[in-house]
């Protein structure tokens, strides 16, 4: 039987942005889901009132269900990896004991290993210019190029714009300032992993810096998580030149871990 992998896309993204990578996976034996979060609510011109009133927890228990469902499905665990958003989604069911090995791309930063930068602000300042998480919001055109696809050939550029939907603003409101989340998603108990993780950063990310990232991994380091960084890569590093050798990273970490 195949063995079940489970990926999570970040923020703003669909289940399609893993279609360069998924059939890598798939060539190794792997059965791979990668859904998209609520797409009823996210995949839309303009965006639906609900979304914006879905916080990071809900995303997380999508994902969660699914997991579930999966392990039932399969009769083991998956192996799960999230990018972005979705790589702290995935701490936080590895926190919960969902999955059979973790690994988190460029992901976004657990309560206290969160780093101020003009970097990441830049990304996202329409966002933060707007100011309310009440709504829901579109990346601008120009945060995007400039902030997440900065080591993505040109060329790439519009069709990943294209493919990028509405978020909800109480989500990027608890991933920006998870200590005021009342559900507490974006704390991470990191003893109670028991399963192996990978983290890993781009130097060259420019939304989840890599001073971020380092102090993620150090987390997860304190109870045996391995980390590996990519010095000429951002924060797509799974669509940008080398995805065929990233990929192969992944898989050969997965033979020795999980």
Not at 101 to 119: E, H, N, R
Not at 169 to 193: C, R, Y
Not at 212 to 227: E, W
Request: aromatic fraction near 8%; hydrophobic fraction near 40%.
């Amino acid at each position: 039987m195949a063995k079940p992998m489970l990926l999570i896309h970040g923020a703003f993204a669909v289940g399609s942005v893993w279609k360069k990578v998924k059939p890598i996976f798939e060539a190794a034996g792997y059965e791979v889901t990668a859904p998209t979060l609520f797409p009823e609510l996210r995949i839309f011109a303009d965006p639906k009132p609900e979304l914006a009133t879905l916080g990071l927890s809900d995303f997380v228990e999508f994902f969660r269900n699914i997991a579930i469902e999966m392990t039932k499905k399969y009769g083991e665990k998956p192996v799960i990896i999230g990018h972005s958003m979705g790589g702290l989604i995935a701490q936080k069911l590895a926190e919960e004991n969902l999955g059979s090995a973790a690994i988190f791309i460029t992901p976004a930063a657990p309560l206290g290993c969160q780093v101020d930068s003009l970097k990441t602000a830049f990304t996202f300042l329409n966002i933060l210019l707007a100011n309310d998480p009440k709504k829901s919001y579109r990346m601008s055109v120009w945060g995007t190029k400039w902030g997440v696809l900065n080591q993505v050939p040109p060329v790439d550029h519009q069709e990943m714009i294209d493919e990028m939907v509405f978020e909800s603003g109480q989500a990027l409101e608890n991933l920006a300032h998870p200590q005021n989340d009342p559900n507490k998603t974006g704390t991470i108990d990191e003893t109670k992993i028991k399963i192996p993780t990978l983290t890993i950063g781009a130097a060259l990310d420019r939304t989840t810096v890599i001073q971020s990232t380092r102090k993620t991994a150090l987390k997860y380091a304190s109870v045996g998580g391995d980390y590996k960084e990519y010095p000429n890569r951002g924060h797509m590093i799974f669509n940008e030149p080398g995805r065929e050798a990233f990929a192969q990273d992944l898989l050969d970490w997965l033979k020795t871990k999980a």
